[in-house]
């Protein structure tokens, strides 16, 4: 829920109020003397990047990283994740060096003789 600055127009006195944009309406209603103020969001985190600029924070990373986990052999896990163990950062390579998993992280099932 999002935090609102209300003002007591007699008092002067400014608060916050943690409500929901419904809430906040029924507050204002009730009482002609609050009056809300514009105030700028607040913002957590900036995860925009821009091209070329390179610059990733390390939330995004860890994010980009789990997806990787989940997804091994495909360009994200190629670049962010770990890769697994040992093991299967061979099969992978296997595959990869045969012509089993595509670039763009798919198998080509195409190679695979029953």
Request: hydrophobic share 30%; with cysteine; aromatic share 8%.
């Amino acid at each position: 829920m999002p935090t609102y600055t209300v003002r007591n127009k007699k008092t002067e006195i400014e608060f916050q109020v943690f409500c929901t944009w419904s809430e906040l309406q029924e507050l204002l209603k009730t009482d002609k003397n609050f009056q809300q103020l514009l105030s700028a969001p607040a913002l957590v985190g900036d995860h925009v990047v821009k091209q070329g600029d390179g610059k990733m924070d390390g939330g995004m990373k860890e994010v980009f990283s789990k997806i990787g986990d989940k997804h091994p052999g495909s360009p994200l896990a190629d670049r962010f994740s770990g890769g697994g163990t040992n093991a299967q950062k061979k099969v992978v390579d296997i595959g990869k060096k045969y012509g089993l998993i595509k670039k763009d992280g798919g198998q080509n099932m195409s190679k695979v003789k029953l």
